[in-house]
């Protein structure tokens, strides 16, 4: 579904993405770790279409099709969901306002009918309802005030009613007690199936005990240096980055 | 153009004044009482002393407002419409709907009496200025051109000279008008430049409570000058909403002035919608005269094009214990321009006073620009005052944010757009009012920034 050839991609005058090789098939779940300012974020926003991330060498495509000149929201209409590390808060805007108009752009470029006021309600409450949330979240301002775990699950919240084919989530359990993990990994869980398939960015393998991945990448410094079962990820978690961090200084001077 | 005769079609312009004036106090168009002829007279001498403020040199107040194209004008004033005097059309593009309340309308600053409806309401006078001068109502002779300073202000000093028609509202104490008044002043396309001068005195007695709504309006294609002043009393006790909206033509000259005394205890609420003309400036003075007064100001003014917009607040806190809050915003698109002008002025001894005042402006190009200036003159040290401003263009982040959840650009624009004027329109009281304004918003923002998808 996803296929990532000698991705380098860069912010202002800073290469980043130092050539990303990456395949996801239907149905898996791909969990990226790596250090802080590996380029991670960098890797969500530049598959996202964030203005300013500009690619400057190598290829993506999205079910088939070239994802690169898309415009973000073309990107969400064809499948693609990003939840943010850091959601930002939009005064004025209420998550079920924009969430209609997201969702209505979605369905009309599949053809689909648009759901009016009612259904869309119904459908945004049965997903707050699986969520375990507070319905009252939606009818405010989109974060304005949130506590950074509830920023999070709203985030989550937005993949339930959005149903994306693709969902990159970066780092949806910083930040969440030991509990909202659990719901937030149900919440993914819920949306996977053998059609559909998740990037997981994390710094934890915790989360990984709930959404299990069906292959662990580690990036450092703009490279995947290691991919591996999930068992990478307690060997991760239990070494750290060092060694790989030397492993991968070691492949850059050699060439 | 050299500067001398620049200066010389000046004279020209104020010569021209000088004249209609004379014919319009020969061939008696006012007759009603002497006090108004003096008034008049009095104000004319004073607006040919004081010419137009075009100097921007050492002058503060319209030091960011050119109005050299109003004063190198010979405006006429308009001849007496035909009938009807504008169609059923243009009349409910800017009628209220079916309120049940009062309704004055005039065209061409003369009020029509067949397009108007005036429910009784016992003890209350909703009439045209005309009628209350030839009635010789004593309320209008109390307050009339007591308040509008006709000594440094040339444009209330022109009003005053050509004063002959306009609103009169009078709610004399403890009355409710659960209604909105409404005064629309309607202008049209003439062969000649034509320049209006409408008069408004409201009167709200005691314990008064009532909301009046003033609408300004007219056609696209012409160019024409509105220089209005209004005058508002707010006795003690009573509560005022007042509401203005200025929806003129694209070509248009606006000028307002709106001088209202706040009594003691009493409340004062406006809410001023920019939309139209293409220089429009507000004067709004407030004097918070009495005891425990409070007002509360807001503004909204969306520009696009080449219109420039510039809003002039001026509130004084005479008084102990008066507050007063200032809420302005404006959404700038093309070359417009806007400025605030906000001062809060407090006297010696006016402790406890509670100031606040906020100007924001979101810019959608790179060419709008926008300039907040607040001036505060403080001469009592037990107050508390408080200015915030803020300009910038929209959130790069946030526009992303609601793409990447499938939002068109224009749509998400328009959605932040909206966003950012939403608690001023969420905060109109009348339910009205606040569809009336967020149906304007909308459509303004649907002509700049598409409207391929509905948002909301
Ligand atoms: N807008 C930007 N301008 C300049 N540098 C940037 C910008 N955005 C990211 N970077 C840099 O790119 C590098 C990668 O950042 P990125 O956010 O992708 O890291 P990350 O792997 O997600 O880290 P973390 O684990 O802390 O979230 C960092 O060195 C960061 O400073
Ligand atoms: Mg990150």
Known sequence: MLEIRNLHASVGEVEILKGIDLQVKPGEVHAIMGPNGSGKSTLAYVLAGKPGYVVTA???????????????????????????????????????????????GIRKSRG??????????????????????????????????????????????????????????????????????????????????????????????????????DVVHVLINGRIVRSGGKELALEVEAQGYEELQEAEATLRSSG | MTLSTLVAEEQEVLEHYLRAFGALERNGAARDG???????????????????????????????????????????????????????????AFALGPTGGSRLVFVDGRYQEQLSSRPSLPGVSVLSLAEALTSGADTVQEHLGRYADCDTHAFTAL???????????????????????????????????????????????????????????????????????????????????????????????HVTTTQVVVGREATFSSFNLDLGGALARNNLNVAMDDERGACALRGLYLMGGAQHVDNQVIIEHARPYTTSRELYKGVLNGRSRAVFHGSIIVHKGARKVDAEQVDKNLLLSDEAEADTKPAFWIYCDDVKCRHGAACGQMDENALFYLRSRGLTEPAARRLLTRAFVSELVEGIASETLRDRVDGLVEARLSSWLGDDEAVG
Request: hydrophobic share 40%; glycine share 8%.
């Open chain 1, 58 to 104: 190598g290829e993506v495509t999205f079910l088939g099709k070239d994802l690169l000149p898309m415009k973000p929201e073309d990107r969400a209409r064809a499948g693609l969901f990003l939840s943010f590390q850091h959601p930002l808060e939009i005064p004025g805007v209420r998550l079920d306002q924009f969430l209609r108009a997201g969702i209505n």
């Open chain 2, 34 to 92: 002497s006090w108004v002829a003096a008034l008049r007279r009095s104000a004319m001498a004073r607006f040919s002393r004081l010419g137009f403020p075009t100097a921007r040199r050492g002058n503060e107040e319209w030091k960011y407002t050119d109005i050299r194209p109003i004063a190198r004008r010979p405006f006429q004033l308009p001849l007496p419409p035909g009938s009807p005097a504008v169609g059923a059309a243009e009349l409910a």
């Open chain 2, 159 to 253: 009003n005053t000279a050509f004063l002959h028609d306009g609103a009169f509202v009078h709610i004399p104490q403890g009355t409710t008008l659960d209604k909105p008044v409404h005064l629309l002043f309607l202008s049209t396309a003439h062969a000649q430049d034509t320049a209006t001068h409408p008069r408004v005195l409201i009167v709200a007695g005691e314990g008064a409570r009532a909301t009046v709504v003033e609408t300004y309006g007219g056609p696209s294609g012409a160019d024409y000058f509105t220089n209005a002043v209004a005058e508002v009393v707010v006795g003690p006790g009573a509560d005022l909403t007042y509401y203005k909206e200025q929806r003129q033509g694209e070509r248009a000259f």
């Open chain 1, 112 to 213: 689909l009918e648009e759901l009016d006021v009612l259904k869309f309600d119904r459908h945004l409450v049965k997903k707050v309802q699986l969520l375990e949330m507070d319905q009252g979240l939606v009818r405010r301002s989109v974060n304005e005030g949130f506590s950074g775990g509830e920023r999070k699950r709203n985030e989550v919240l937005q993949m339930a009613v959005l149903e994306p084919t693709l969902a990159i989530l970066d780092e949806p359990d910083s930040g969440l007690d030991i509990d909202a993990v659990q719901e937030a990994a149900k919440g993914i869980n819920q949306q996977r199936g053998p059609e559909n398939a998740t990037i997981l960015i994390t710094h934890y393998q915790r989360i990984l005990n709930y959404v299990v991945p």
